[in-house]
């Protein structure tokens, strides 16, 4: 089975091409940090152990159209995070089969191409990601570049409710045109 390469970002923001890829994925919705969402990334982590391919979880976040074009760096600020769709992942080899007993539980493989991104990488806590999607926003500003697809996160760092995240390395991402 091919190994699958640790994602990487630099500290200051850049252009890459990312290919096309296959991932396991649960959906929901509202603010990051709810019991739905650490429920969710607890089913996940339980059926990509299962499978043998722990990795990343990463996410990508989305508003519903009717909120309007959001630019990268006001993503989180702008409209009420209830309202945040999301969908946490972890990356598969590509010619993975779920075995039954997960694909009976919903669980679905979810391929996904994301092309042209800006990122960067952010060190620290989660509340403190505003001032590096600034950053990323006013690069590709400067670039003519506009968000095209959902934000995305990849978590570097093992997480859940009580981790200090002050040594958090979390990769930001948005796909642009």
């Known amino acids: 089975m091919p190994l699958i390469t640790q994602p990487t970002a630099a500290d200051e923001p850049d252009i890459a091409t990312i290919d096309a890829a296959t991932f396991l994925p649960v959906s929901g919705h509202g603010s990051p940090g709810t019991d739905e969402f650490y429920a969710s990334k607890e089913k996940l982590s339980a059926?990509?152990?299962?499978l043998g391919h722990p990795g990343p979880i990463e996410i990508l976040y989305w508003f519903d159209p009717e909120h309007g074009d959001i630019g990268i760096a006001d993503f989180y600020w702008t409209i009420p995070l209830e309202h945040l769709r999301w969908r946490m992942l972890v990356r598969m080899p590509d010619d993975i089969?779920?075995?039954?007993?997960?694909?009976?539980?919903?669980?679905?493989?979810?391929?996904?191409?994301e092309g042209k991104v800006v990122q960067i990488m952010h060190h620290g806590p989660f509340a403190g990601e505003?001032?590096?999607?600034?950053?990323?926003?006013?690069?590709?500003?400067?670039?003519?570049?506009?968000?095209?697809?959902?934000?995305?996160?990849?978590?570097?760092?093992t997480f859940d409710r009580t981790s200090p995240q002050d040594g958090f390395r979390t990769i930001l991402r948005d796909p642009v045109a």
């Open 47 to 50: 059926a990509v152990q299962q």
């Open 97 to 113: 089969e779920l075995p039954e007993e997960l694909a009976s539980t919903g669980l679905v493989l979810f391929p996904y191409t």
């Open 130 to 157: 505003d001032e590096t999607m600034k950053r990323l926003g006013a690069y590709a500003d400067a670039h003519g570049l506009r968000r095209r697809g959902p934000h995305h996160e990849i978590h570097l760092d």
